[in-house]
């Protein structure tokens, strides 16, 4: 594996119902030089695949 380059992570944390699903489609409508990605996306039955072993490192 060759080494990437190092970008800065930013996470967007709280409680529920503070707004962080809406402070990242605010940013993901205003920037263009990063990419948001909203974590409950995971949560969705399309990634609940336990027969993939993807949770097995």
């Given amino acids: 594996m060759e080494p990437t380059k190092k970008l800065p992570l930013f996470l967007v944390t709280g ?3 503070v707004g962080k699903s809406t402070m990242c ?3 993901f409508e205003k920037e ?4 948001v990605l909203e ?3 995971l949560w ?3 990634y609940n695949t336990p ?3 993807a949770h097995v490192r």
């Fill in 51 to 53: 027969q993939d072993n």
């Fill in 39 to 41: 974590s409950d996306i």
């Fill in 32 to 35: 263009e030089q990063y990419l």
């Fill in 15 to 17: 409680a529920s119902c």
């Fill in 25 to 27: 489609q605010l940013l």
């Fill in 44 to 46: 969705e039955e399309r």
